[in-house]
T-cell receptor, first 114, second 110 residues
Framework: DAGVIQSPRHEVTEMGQEVTLRCKPI?????LFWYRQTMMRGLELLIY????????DSGMPEDRFSAKMPNASFSTLKIQPSEPRDSAVYFC????????????FGDGTRLSIL | KNEVEQSPQNLTAQEGEFITINCSYS?????LHWLQQHPGGGIVSLFM???GKKKHGRLIATINIQEKHSSLHITASHPRDSAVYIC????????????FGEGTQLTVNP
């Protein structure tokens, strides 16, 4: 069974450009999470969805960040305009409903904003 | 003070040694997670527990709810266990949001 699939694996772009990160959760999983990992701040939750509905977006840094989940098999995280401080590894994870279901992580997207 | 704290930050061991990584939290939780992040960057969920003890192969995770403390043990450590181990808490008041510790970098030398 395929795991969580993220694309692209690496992205290098200039500041001011729009960046779109993509995630395909494991089929049947109804929770989807977006995380950011930096050396300074470690892992942070940005937003999570349940049944395609955003539940908690309190971790989204500012209006430049937006996330959507148009259907159960696809989510995007968009940064517009991008800034050098957005450089990080962005992880997507998904899990089944249930109190004690583990999260399954994608391989991450390493984003560098020049 | 972070709500989830891990110790030590860095740990170096010789192959075969018994390893313990500690996690303390200061909030009410519904579950405590242990994650492993390999040098290549991938993250794997090792355990999720709310009480007692869980075992998977050479890995054992324990939690003491009264003391707000969890430990991850590795028996007969091996160089392939070298990774960052991250403790994360599901706070009672935060739904499915996880609060992460800073991670413990483990290096096991042959």
């Amino acid at each position: 069974d395929a795991g969580v699939i993220q694309s692209p694996r690496h992205e290098v772009t200039e500041m001011g450009q729009e960046v779109t990160l993509r995630c395909k959760p494991i089929s049947g999983h109804d929770y989807l999470f977006w995380y950011r990992q930096t050396m300074m701040r470690g892992l942070e939750l940005l937003i999570y969805f349940n049944n395609n509905v955003p539940i908690d977006d309190s971790g989204m840094p500012e209006d430049r960040f937006s996330a959507k989940m148009p259907n159960a098999s696809f989510s995007t995280l968009k940064i517009q305009p991008s800034e050098p401080r957005d450089s990080a590894v962005y992880f997507c994870a998904s899990r089944l409903t249930g109190s004690y279901q583990p999260q399954h992580f994608g391989d991450g997207t390493r984003l560098s904003i020049l | 003070k972070n709500e989830v704290e891990q110790s030590p930050q860095n740990l170096t061991a010789q192959e075969g040694e018994f390893i313990t990584i500690n996690c303390s939290y200061s909030v009410g939780i519904s579950a405590l997670h242990w994650l492993q992040q390999h040098p290549g960057g991938g993250i794997v969920s090792l355990f999720m527990l709310s009480s007692g003890k869980k075992k998977h192969g050479r890995l054992i995770a324990t939690i003491n709810i009264q003391e707000k403390h969890s430990s991850l043990h590795i028996t007969a450590s091996h160089p392939r266990d070298s990774a960052v181990y991250i403790c994360a808490a599901n706070k009672e008041t935060s739904g499915s949001r996880l609060t992460f510790g800073e991670g413990t970098q483990l290096t096991v030398n042959p």
